[in-house]
C-alpha cells in the first residue's frame, strides 16, 4: 500500500515541474500533485497542455517503481473504466489517450528520473470551447454539466491505487482486456504511426502494438 502525500497549487509552471521538486521520494510513497492553472503545461510530444483555470483535471501522480514501461496504460485504462461508469463512452488511442466520439479528452506524459516514474495527466473537464489544431472535447461538452476536478480526482484515487498494487505484482496482464476492448482502433485498420501508414494487428501482452509486422513501444497514432 501507498502513503499519499498531496501537494495543490493555485497557479504553477506545470505539476510535472512541481514533482520534481520533491524528489527523491519515500519508498512506498504516491505523490499526488494538483493545480488550478499551469502556465507551462506539456504533453507528449513537447505539445503545449493549455486550460482555463479550474476547467481541467491537472494532476501528476509520482512513485518509485520497477517496472515503468505500461504505466501510462495503466492509468488511462484506470480513468476510462472510471468514466465509462459515470456513462461517458471513452475510447483510448494507443498508448494513452482518452477519447470521446474521436475527439481528444485527455493525455498522459511520463518522465522517468532514475528509479521515479511522474505521470503528468491533464483531462479536460468543464471546458465550453477548446482552442487547438485538432478536435478535442471535454465531460462539459459530452454531457452539458459541469463536474468538480477535486471530486472526480477523489474517485479515482483509490481505484489507481488498487490497479497500481495489482500492477506491481502482476504487470499489466490484468488489465489487458479491458484496454484492447476501449481501444479506438481495431485489428485490420490502417493507422499512421509516426506519419508512417501501416495496418493495425494487435496489443502485444506487453502492451506493445504491433503493425504491419513490426512492433511499437512508443510513438504517435493517427487515423
Same mark, same amino acid.
Given at each position: ?18 514533482? /520534481? ?8 510513497? %504516491? ?10 503545461? $506539456?504533453?507528449?510530444?513537447? $505539445? ?9 483535471? %491537472? ?15 495503466? /492509468? ?6 472510471? /468514466? ?13 489517450? /482518452?477519447?470521446?466520439?474521436g475527439k481528444k479528452l485527455g493525455g498522459i ?43 472526480? %480526482? ?9 490497479a497500481l498494487t495489482t500492477y506491481n505484482s ?5 488489465f489487458l482486456s479491458l484496454y484492447k476492448r476501449? %481501444? ?30 513490426? $512492433? ?8
Open positions: 500500500m501507498f502513503e499519499i502525500k498531496k501537494l495543490h497549487f493555485k497557479t504553477t509552471t506545470s505539476t510535472q515541474d512541481e514533482a /520534481l521538486k520533491q524528489l527523491p521520494l519515500p519508498e512506498n510513497t %504516491l505523490l499526488v500533485v494538483t493545480a488550478d492553472y499551469q502556465t507551462d503545461g $506539456r504533453g507528449r510530444l513537447k $505539445r503545449k497542455w493549455v486550460a482555463e483555470p479550474g476547467t481541467s483535471l %491537472l494532476v501528476t501522480f509520482a512513485f518509485k517503481t520497477k517496472d515503468p514501461y505500461s504505466l501510462t496504460q495503466l /492509468l488511462a485504462v484506470t480513468l476510462a473504466n472510471l /468514466l465509462e461508469k459515470k456513462g461517458f463512452r471513452p475510447q483510448i488511442k494507443w498508448p494513452n489517450d /482518452l477519447l470521446i466520439n506524459l511520463a518522465e522517468l528520473k532514475d528509479d521515479t516514474i511522474l505521470l503528468g495527466l491533464g483531462l479536460n473537464v468543464n471546458q465550453e470551447e477548446i482552442d487547438i489544431n485538432r478536435p478535442a472535447t471535454s465531460l462539459r461538452q459530452e454531457s452539458e454539466r459541469n463536474y468538480s476536478p477535486t471530486d472526480l %480526482l477523489n474517485e479515482l484515487l483509490p481505484q489507481w491505487t488498487e502482476q504487470s499489466i496482464a490484468p476501449l %481501444l479506438a482502433h481495431k485489428p485490420g485498420e490502417s493507422v499512421t504511426i509516426n506519419n508512417e501508414r501501416l495496418v493495425f494487428e494487435k496489443i502485444n501482452n506487453d502492451g506493445s502494438l504491433s503493425a504491419s509486422g513490426r $512492433r511499437f513501444y512508443s510513438g504517435d497514432i493517427s487515423y
